[in-house]
């Protein structure tokens, strides 16, 4: 449809992967060398700016794979909310899938485990098969990442330098995927379509009932109850330094918007003596 195209069109725009003849810029044509959703490629390139690309690699694949969280069958939800929590980071999804897919790998490789990963998957109410599919298209990332030289940083996963760089390399790519909870209760409202979400159950705020204000997120789905799923936390503040004015200039009006534009008007100075130095 024309006003599907159209807003595909825009949303590249944000991104910078067109120029100003609506052409792939060059940014955009290294962005389309990735088989990966624009938003996504977007935040794997800002992770070589962040320093973070060991971790952003291991993210790409997993929200690109099919969920690695098993449907827990009737009478054992509590048991696999259970194992899961052993995975989960209180940052949120993106990281938690980390932990998981590192879990996975360090299961692999165990000696204790020879052959028996599956054995391990389904004592984890985990999908062997998501897993190992997250497992090669990670490899294939980083065999594009090589062929186009970009710098593949050194993992420093748990560092609180590194808990920060993921999160503005993700928010690089998914400022169009933010949502705040306006009642305390868990009922998140996009900032673009103002639509009103919850968090998705498999989310590792789902288990510990913590439900924060501002969050990422990888997806909202309709046919899930109106639910977002791969959610993390960000601060308002966080996000005012990385969207694009452009961008949100067009949000519509909203309470949260004006929130965050208080937000940027006191950033303001901040960011002009910042440029001086520069």
Request: charged letters at 20%.
């Amino acid at each position: 449809a024309p006003e599907s195209m159209m807003q595909a069109l825009e949303d590249l725009d944000y991104l910078a992967a067109l120029d100003n003849d609506g052409n792939l810029s060059e940014f955009g044509i290294i962005m389309s060398e990735f088989p990966l959703d624009p938003q996504l490629s977007k935040s794997l390139l800002a992770s070589c700016e962040f320093e973070c690309v060991d971790e952003m690699l291991t993210i790409a694949a997993m929200v690109t794979a099919p969920s690695c969280f098993l449907h827990a069958p009737p009478g054992t939800e509590e048991i696999a909310r259970s194992r899961w929590h052993r995975f989960s980071h209180p940052a949120g999804d993106h990281l938690t899938l980390i932990n998981v897919f590192n879990a996975f790998k360090a299961a692999t490789a165990s000696p204790t485990h020879p052959g028996n990963t599956e054995e391990w998957c389904l004592d984890n109410f985990l999908s062997c098969s998501a897993l190992s599919m997250a497992e090669m298209i990670r490899a294939e990332l980083v065999e594009i990442m090589r062929r186009i030289e970009l710098p593949i940083s050194e993992p420093d996963f748990g560092s609180e330098e590194n808990l920060l760089s993921i999160k503005k390399a993700l928010l690089s790519g998914y400022f169009m995927h933010i949502a705040r909870d306006v009642d305390g209760s868990g009922n998140y409202l996009m900032l673009t379509h103002k639509q009103v979400a919850q968090l998705h159950p498999f989310s590792s705020y789902f288990s510990t009932r913590r439900i924060p204000e501002w969050v990422l997120f990888h997806e909202f789905t309709i046919s899930e109850g109106n639910s977002i799923r791969v959610v993390s936390e960000i601060s308002p503040h966080l996000f005012a330094e990385l969207v694009p004015q452009y961008y949100f200039s067009n949000l519509p009006p909203s309470e949260s918007k004006d929130i965050l534009q208080e937000v940027i008007n006191h950033l303001a100075p901040v960011s002009a003596t910042k440029e001086e130095q520069k």
